[in-house]
């Protein structure tokens, strides 16, 4: 089992749309949870940390469920800018380490 | 504003050769880390380092070698390049004072052995 995994996608939305991803870890004893973006070709953005009580920055809103070791990321109003891939992080234990999802496709259409 | 910073961005090198990229950040982060990025691997730690003179090893740090004299820069060798290890190298820092362990990228080199 793969300690971070995510669906590959592609997930095509149109302008507007709500979409969600989910992510899952292995390792319970992880403490620190990201979601990064990364554009073609670019490196990796931190997007936003997860907090376990949940936590909004603009139309984007992540959460993290620690009994069933799964985070969400929530991205509503959709733009075009969006499109990107969307990469779960999780640290290791506790340590700086960070362990990286394959990361979710995300494109969205006019 | 700086903040981290890769050498080259492009290289081409031949199999056998020695090969350096750099790494340099401006934050005075402690820790610097070395990943590199293929299709369906996602991204795998390759060495990490936790201050001057200390490094350890990631999950693929098979010929690689990394030094760090300074606390801003972080050089990753190939010591005999492989075809293998064509590949996008990215380096990070992140800052342990917070305890929050979030991690900045640089740009990222692409390497390809020939």
């Known amino acids: 089992r793969k300690e971070v995994e995510q669906d590959p996608g592609p997930f095509n939305v149109p302008e507007g749309a709500t979409v969600a991803f989910n992510c899952t870890y292995s390792?319970?004893?992880?403490?620190?949870f990201f979601w990064y973006r990364q554009d073609c070709r670019k490196e990796p953005k931190l997007l936003m940390s997860v907090y376990s009580s949940g936590n909004e920055d603009g139309r984007f809103t992540a959460q993290l469920n620690r009994a069933s070791q799964y985070i969400s990321l929530l991205i509503r109003d959709s733009k075009l800018s969006d499109s990107a891939t969307y990469l779960c992080v999780v640290n290791v234990e506790d340590t700086d380490k960070l362990i990286f999802g394959t990361g979710t496709r995300l494109q969205v259409f006019p | 504003d700086a903040g981290i910073t890769q050498s080259p961005r492009y290289k081409i090198t031949e199999t056998g050769r020695q090969v350096t990229l750099m790494c340099h950040q401006t934050w005075s982060h402690s820790y610097m880390f070395w990943y590199r990025q293929d299709l369906g691997h996602g991204l795998r730690l390759i060495y990490y380092s936790a201050a001057a003179d200390i490094t350890d090893k990631g999950e693929v740090p098979d010929g690689y070698v990394v030094s760090r004299s300074k606390t801003e820069n972080f050089p990753l060798t190939l010591e005999s390049a492989t075809r293998s290890q064509t590949s996008v190298y990215f380096c990070?820092?992140?800052?342990?004072?917070?305890?929050?362990?979030?991690?900045?990228f640089g740009p990222g080199t692409r390497l390809t052995v020939t």
């Open positions: 390792n319970s004893a992880s403490q620190s």
């Open positions: 990070a820092s992140s800052s342990s004072d917070r305890g929050t362990y979030e991690q900045y």
